[in-house]
T-cell receptor, first 111, second 110 residues
Framework: DQQVKQNSPSLSVQEGRISILNCDYT??????FLWYKKYPAEGPTFLISISSIKDKNEDGRFTVFLNKSAKHLSLHIVPSQPGDSAVYFCAASDNTDKLIFGTGTRLQVFP | EAQVTQNPRYLITVTGKKLTVTCSQN?????MSWYRQDPGLGLRQIYY???????DKGDVPEGYKVSRKEKRNFPLILESPSPNQTSLYFCASGSVAEAFFGQGTRLTVV
């Protein structure tokens, strides 16, 4: 059973606009959430994270929002740039040593 | 330069022929882990290690073995590979809060 779900396999956004990537989870014990970005032929790289005690974390153009009651988090990229085109994975941890990943969303930013 | 190095990057092998994928990190991390990435399934954890001689199963450990004899190395061993282990494998080190990934090993078992 998929505990972390990214229901949109792909997303296409025009350069300069906002990209919103969504992630849902089922395990209420998750208390730490992360987003990773992956380019082809490379390993995932850490992007941004959020603890369950917060509902928002911002780092430059990237903001992650957490809605614990809905078990939902989202990543906002503003403004989107062509270099943001990649696969984005959300991941969650329940204070153990395991990290559970979603299935990924492929973002394409076009000019 | 801080990095996680996996070898080989690409490997084609036959069913049943034992193989090892090596992973090495130079960041003195205690935590290391292995993942496989498959279409529609995302990244799934195979094994992880909290420190030297301490390893534990992830979500999909069947058919794999690992060892952690020294802090920097965490090899993944397939004793008898099968076609369903054809996948893209990633090694990672660092904490759950921020893991650093290798570039991946694409394994094909025929």
């Amino acid at each position: 059973d998929q505990q972390v779900k990214q229901n949109s396999p792909s997303l296409s956004v025009q350069e300069g606009r906002i990209s919103i990537l969504n992630c849902d989870y089922t395990n209420s014990m998750f208390d730490y959430f992360l987003w990773y970005k992956k380019y082809p032929a490379e390993g995932p790289t850490f992007l941004i994270s959020i603890s369950s005690i917060k509902d928002k974390n911002e780092d430059g153009r990237f903001t992650v929002f957490l809605n614990k009651s809905a078990k939902h988090l989202s990543l906002h990229i503003v403004p989107s740039q062509p270099g943001d085109s990649a696969v984005y994975f959300c991941a969650a941890s329940d204070n153990t040593d395991k990290l559970i990943f979603g299935t990924g969303t492929r973002l394409q930013v076009f000019p | 330069e801080a990095q996680v190095t996996q070898n080989p990057r690409y490997l084609i092998t036959v069913t049943g022929k034992k193989l090892t994928v090596t992973c090495s990190q130079n960041m003195n991390h205690e935590y290391m882990s292995w993942y496989r990435q498959d279409p529609g399934l995302g990244l799934r954890q195979i094994y992880y290690s909290m420190n030297v001689e301490v390893t534990d199963k992830g979500d999909v450990p069947e058919g794999y073995k690992v060892s952690r004899k020294e802090k920097r190395n965490f090899p993944l061993i397939l004793e008898s590979p099968s076609p369903n282990q054809t996948s893209l494998y990633f090694c990672a080190s660092g904490s759950v809060a921020e893991a650093f990934f290798g570039q991946g090993t694409r394994l094909t078992v025929v």
